[in-house]
């Protein structure tokens, strides 16, 4: 396994001991969390509930559904998924696992992302995004991702982190990147990106199974890989508001963005914005 990335059990570290080594560039992978398996499960019953078949029969093509009929069914699908109270909740309870406390948690909406096989089109306006910095969008230098399939998938069909730029200016298009404006258009990029070419043996690729859990700071340069199968994936962000926060936080070094986006972050029990 490359240094840089920590396959771990979930038990309480302490929130100090993960905060510092994501802040430090570490990339971390979960496993065996009940609350994962949770949210998994209720993944898997609200695509029956929609699509009326399995997540494994669209996965293979087995299905007799048309592109249009599934890219509605989908949309509906990714909404359910985003409003869904018990997901955050499972999330929540997975976070206290690892020893965070759930009144400095600030969660983004989960978020559900298919990446079809290379080549194909995707569903509504959420294209496969080329390498990026979460945090050239929400200027939130603290930010904390996860990641995590619904699905077995293979390292050349998840994402890649580049750890050797964590620390160094990356050219982007953070200063005319518009979030206003990704809302209202088809086509536009979600996040700001770099057209650097990136070396295929600096790319931490990510080996990550069904049920385990990708952490990483959202200061990480990653994008996501394609091949010929397709992906669904659950995503989401938080800023945890310990002391570690303002002390450690990774140094913006190349984000021209001037919002902070704090209104993407809310606290899941007071409903309170990051302030
Ligand atoms: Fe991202």
Redesign the pocket.
């Known amino acids: 396994m490359p240094k840089s990335l920590l396959n771990l059990t979930v038990k309480k570290y302490g929130p100090d001991y993960i905060h510092k080594k994501i802040y430090d560039g570490k990339v971390f992978i979960f496993n065996n969390s009940n609350y994962i398996n949770n949210i998994i499960n209720i993944v898997e019953q609200y695509f029956i509930e929609i699509f009326g078949i399995e997540i494994k029969t669209f996965l293979c093509d087995k299905d007799n559904l048309k592109f249009p009929e599934k890219e509605k069914l989908f949309l509906k699908f990714q909404n359910k998924i985003k409003l869904c109270r018990n997901i955050s909740l499972n999330f929540l309870k997975f976070l206290n696992e690892l020893g965070l406390s759930s009144e400095l948690v600030f969660m983004d909406q989960s978020s559900l992302r298919y990446s079809p096989q290379k080549g194909f089109r995707p569903f509504g306006k959420l294209i496969p995004?080329p390498p990026?910095r979460?945090t050239w969008a929400s200027n939130i230098f603290g930010q904390i991702?996860f990641w995590f399939p619904i699905h077995d998938v293979s390292p050349n069909n998840s994402i890649y982190i580049v750890p050797k730029y964590f620390k160094k200016k990356i050219e982007n298009n953070s200063k005319q990147w518009c979030y206003e404006t990704f809302k209202k258009s088809i086509n536009y990029p979600s996040?700001p990106y770099t057209k650097i070419k990136i070396k295929d043996h600096d790319k931490l690729h990510i080996k990550i199974q069904k049920g385990q859990v990708l952490c990483f700071s959202g200061h990480h340069l990653?994008g996501s890989h394609q091949n010929d199968k397709k992906r669904i994936n659950l995503e989401t962000r938080i800023v945890y508001k310990s002391k570690l926060n303002s002390d450690f936080k990774p140094i913006n070094n190349d984000s021209y963005g001037k919002t902070k986006k704090k209104n993407w972050f809310k606290n899941v029990i007071s409903n309170k914005y990051l302030d």
């Open positions: 995004t990026h979460d991702n996040a990653h």
